[in-house]
């Protein structure tokens, strides 16, 4: 089993910037990418930004250029900086595992709320 424990969320002005934590304990061995997604009131879940275990990022069109993921290995945490934030990136964020590549996620964090406030 793997457990991923979410931090770093809060209530931030717009246009300023916060960062997100993800560690990662117990069974990591195999994790092959993980993602930061998220869900708005209302909205479906989105995936926001995945690496994968060589260090491939993907971001969705409405964080490009704005927020970066990363990984510290040694530390088996993924962060989530979030630069320029907006209204509309007001949501519950979510870390999410996988020890394979398709389109759902079988570990997931119990998420860390992030208001954006104008």
């Known amino acids: 089993q793997v457990q991923l424990v979410e931090s770093g969320g809060g209530l931030v002005q717009v246009g300023k910037s916060l960062r997100l934590s993800c560690a990662a304990s117990?069974?990591?061995?195999?994790?092959?990418?993980m993602g930061w997604h998220r869900q708005a009131p209302g909205k479906q879940r989105e995936l926001v930004a995945s690496?994968?275990?060589?260090?491939?990022?993907t971001y969705d069109d409405s964080v490009k250029g704005r927020f970066t993921i990363s990984r510290d290995n040694a530390k088996n945490t993924v962060y989530l900086q979030m630069n320029s934030l907006k209204p509309e990136d007001t949501a519950v964020y979510y870390c999410?595992?996988?020890?394979?590549?398709?389109?759902?996620?079988?570990?997931w964090g119990q998420g860390t709320q992030v208001t954006v406030s104008s």
């Open positions: 690496i994968t275990s060589g260090g491939t990022t």
């Open positions: 117990g069974a990591i061995a195999g994790i092959v990418r």
């Open positions: 999410a595992a996988d020890r394979y590549y398709r389109s759902t996620w079988f570990y």
